[in-house]
């Protein structure tokens, strides 16, 4: 009786499938089970994902779902062309097929922006996936390679849609190259470039700190960089929280200001840490300059951005 049940909501979700607009399809439905925990991440809106590639405003979109054979690092990257340009949205995970994979920093994706001639590449290179699969997907291709990836492929354009598995990732058809290519633009395909590309977010995280004070002032920076929880260290004081920093700042003297620039960091193995140091001048209204040394510790936030939950300087 589980049996014959089971059987029957198959058939009956199937069915639905079968006969729901193709815009209105969840290609996620049909993930081989190596995919499904992977892909499963993307599918929740509260976390920057989306059951349904096709929505209000997007052209073209296109999900790929990579897993290493031999462990590593798995990714899911979705593109979105939207009226604004394309967009990348990236997770990344660590660990084994054998192990299973655990999701590295925030639930949310890392966006960055594509330029437009690697969106017009995409979409050309989604229309011809598209093109040789039909509106019921591709199915599994090929053996599983043992140094290679596995790729599960998820593509809408304007209203049709379908799905691809590929069990070795290669450049020999259209569906391969799609997911190679944005494999490619999304980064962290080996271990070497995943831990090189966190410390570079990370570092940029600091630069952007920097930015801000120069531009808005210190005050401003130090309020919008803060952790909830987050702890000042200096010879005067120990401030924590962020209504705390911010009163901290409250009689900040005028036309003084902070410049620094992050040395060196390291980011935690699961992503959702790190540190940065570096040297830092304090400049007086009257040009009096001051130098030192800092270090930040750092966490994300639920949206994924790095906030300082410490920041101690050292003059």
Partial sequence: MIRAFWAATVCVAFMAAAVAPASAQNLALRAPDWAQPLTATDVTPTTGGRAILLADGISVSVRVTIMPAQGGVARVVRFDQRDDGGHLYLRRFTGHPSTGWWLW???????????????????????????????????????????????????????????LTRNCAAASDAAGRLALRLSEIAGSRTEEEFHQAALNELLGADRAFAAKARADGVPAAFAAYADDNAIMLSRQAITQGHDAIVSRFANWPAGQHIEWAPEAGRVSERGDMGWTWGNATTIAADGTRTTGRYISIWTRDLDGNWKYAVDAGVN
């Fill in 105 to 163: 920093g925030s639930d949310g994706p890392r966006v960055t922006n594509v330029s437009a001639a690697q969106s017009t590449e995409i979409a050309a290179l989604a229309r011809t996936a598209l093109g040789i699969s039909g509106a019921l997907g591709g199915g599994q291709v090929g053996d599983v390679c043992p140094a290679g990836e596995q790729v599960f492929v998820e593509v809408a354009v304007e209203g049709r849609s379908t799905s």
